[in-house]
């Protein structure tokens, strides 16, 4: 009992940061198709250090820069160059690379690491980043009074400790191989300007990256400078950088087409084919993102695992990729994308199959089932809203549409008012291996307690031990324990996803030079420049 409590107060402090992530940092798009870049003079690497990279940005400004709250998704992309951690992860490979720390950490022990700080390294303001300004930020992350989520990306670290001027020691609870990576979440700050006006930070972020963020007005632009203070190993190529926030597609495209950008995120399907006719490059990435459905179990019958069954296998999946998403997508065979390196395609994979709906609606005992499904107003989900509902339909599921902005809808999954929820999600943002990923949705969060209300089950509870047993595993031994709490969650369905969705970025190579796409939501300039 004591251990639920506190798993509904951590709930109630964090719910307000999920709905924020999943209304826009987790709001994920993708397409098919891409083009090949020509042979330009983008690809002599003959780059202008004083130009202006322009960039057209599909999501709105909302939220703090202040890396423990950061979650929407500007404000993570803009802090991709505008902060380092000790270790970053970076946003094309999702591997993890040097930011402050000189090297590598240095493996003490199994349970011991100590990692050197760049020397001469400098925050933007032209001060120093001290030891003292890393153990902080590690507090304040593992604090989860004041990170939320982020507090148990890190739950691992046990304590920072000062060894000299130059070098911290970080102690884990446990061995952890995931170490490199997850540290990387720990964005480092200014000690000293975060205590004197932690809001004022949160507007007016200040960090050692490569660009400094000169202003940020909602529904307008970001607008970024060079760092004269870097100096690190990706020190910015441009002079500076301007994001458009351009919600509507037809105003990217449009900016795209002119000229008046020279990289867009979230290019509309249906839009692919006039881009590259236009001389644009096009690339689609398969994403982590995905379109799931979540299961109020407080509410009867959803209580009943063979209802949630139902609903997966009364789901024609072909014609919801085919028709909603134009073909740019994936059926989930598994929690994770088979690109993911911890994919294993689960013990259940539901195909479309209505008669086996309908049959295990009748063991469950449900008759006349009708619902009112929740989804987003998000332009892509909106699409296939419709085909779901018409699926759910067929096998006598009574389906009504509630289509809303997802604050709205949260409020409504918060306070239990809801029955089935139909929505994107995407936490790869800040990390990409399998413990992340589950831990977003079935950790000892908001999810599972007061959204699922699946936290009182001996299900949850199995799936808890193998993800905590995972945590302290490496190798064979820790994909085998994903691939059980894999086969769980696909048997449970307390929340799983319908696809798995591609995500697809345009630009012109004639312009940036290094420029790759990502797979998550967001753009990346770091080690970018325009070309003369």
Known sequence: MFQLMNRRR???????????????????????????????????GDIDPNATIEAGISYSLGGSFDPILASGAVTVAANWHIFEGLLDLDPVTHKPVLGLAAEMPKKVDDTTYEV????????????PVTVDDVIYSIDRTMDADKSGFFASFVSFIDKAEKVDDSTVKITTKYPFSLFNERLAVVKVVPKALVEKNAEDFGAHPVGSGPYTLESAVPDDSLVFKKNPNYNGTRPAKAAGMKWDLLSDPAARVTAMQSGTIQAMEDVPYIDIDTLKNSGVDVKSEQSFGLLFMMFNQAVKPFDDVRVRQAFFYALDMDKIIKTGMLGNATAATSFLPKNNPGYHEASTVYTYDPQKAKDLLKAAGVNDLSITLLTTDTGWVKEVAPLVKESLDAVGIKTKLDIGQSPAQYQKVDSGDYQVLLAPGDPSVF???????????FGDNVWPTTRMHWADSPEYKQLTDLLNAAQRQSGDEQQATWNKAYDLIAEQVPMYPLFHRKLPTAWNSQKLVGFEPVNTTGLSFLDVGVAK
């Open 10 to 44: 951590r709930a109630a402090r964090v719910s307000a940061v999920a709905a924020g992530v999943l209304a826009a940092a987790l709001a994920f798009t993708g397409c098919s198709g891409s083009s090949t870049p020509t042979d330009t003079k983008a690809a002599s």
């Open 116 to 127: 050197t700080l760049r020397k001469d390294a400098k925050f933007s303001t032209g001060d």
């Open 431 to 441: 990390g990409n291996d399998p413990d992340l990923l589950m831990n977003w949705w």
